[in-house]
């Protein structure tokens, strides 16, 4: 069997690390977010043998199947008040943790597990790791939004400065734009180099049609970057 890739020996170490840090044995209910990162959490939590109690949440179709798929017990969201840990995965992640989610199109989902979290960590691969938000992530700010507001929504944001919002589209695997799990539509918006994130959060969600966006400003307590060279790095937000 072929070796891992660095950048896959990147994501298991800090995923490892996360775990074997962060959760602890008495946590009853847990976050599971998405992306290839979060793979390697669910796989290291399925190894602990002090967590036969614990209630998973995932935040949409793929984590509630990787959830699964290690035998681990799945929850619903209607039927807790809190989370005690979340990890999930960012497509950006600057010095004070804000960070940009919503690339593989689960968005709303995973603000809401986030928001409800005592505690949320996120782990990625150091090709994530920005000075500013916007400067290594090129795509564009993921945007969920009614697929009846969609159009008025790519007209709001060119007048917010966004030069060219698109559509996301779901080929070659599907004709038509890209949908979500809450049958929503993405809008990937450039605004460039994003200097204030809590303002551009405030003002893309204040657009009608618009039911979140994939900036998460103030919400994750701590970040495991899966470094080059085999080591992780830990960031801190400062409180």
């Not at 979290?117 to 290594?136: N, P, Q, T, Y």
């Not at 507001?149 to 790519?154: G, H, Q």
């Not at 060119?158 to 070659?172: E, F, S, T, W």
Request: hydrophobic share 45%; aromatic share 6%; charged share 25%.
């Amino acid at each position: 069997m072929a070796s891992k890739s660095l950048i896959e020996q990147a994501k298991q170490a800090c995923a490892y690390a996360a775990v074997d840090n962060e959760l602890k044995s008495d946590a009853k209910v847990v976050g599971i977010g998405s992306g290839t990162t979060v793979v390697y959490v669910v796989e290291r939590i399925s190894q602990r043998t002090d967590l036969k109690d614990t209630i998973y949440i995932p935040t949409g179709f793929q984590s509630k199947q990787l959830i699964l798929q290690y035998g681990l017990r799945v929850g619903n969201i209607d039927e807790i008040s809190s989370i005690d840990i979340t990890f999930d995965g960012a497509d950006e992640i600057e010095p004070s943790l804000n960070c940009i989610k919503g690339g593989g199109a689960c968005l709303f989902q995973e603000k809401l597990i986030a928001s409800m979290s005592k505690r949320f960590i996120l782990v990625a691969d150091d090709r994530k790791d920005s000075e500013i938000l916007g400067s290594r992530w090129k795509q564009g700010v993921p945007i969920e939004v009614s697929p009846y507001a969609y159009l008025k929504v790519i007209n709001d944001l060119i007048a917010l400065g966004c030069q060219n919002p698109l559509l996301r589209m779901g080929a070659p695997a599907k004709a038509g734009p890209a949908v979500t799990d809450n049958g929503f539509f993405i809008i990937d918006a450039d605004f460039g180099i994003i200097k204030d994130v809590v303002k551009l959060e405030a003002q893309i969600k204040a657009l009608v049609g618009v039911l979140d966006v994939g900036l998460f400003p103030g919400m994750a307590e701590k970040a495991y970057l899966g470094m080059s060279d085999g080591t992780t790095k830990t960031l801190l937000r400062a409180i």
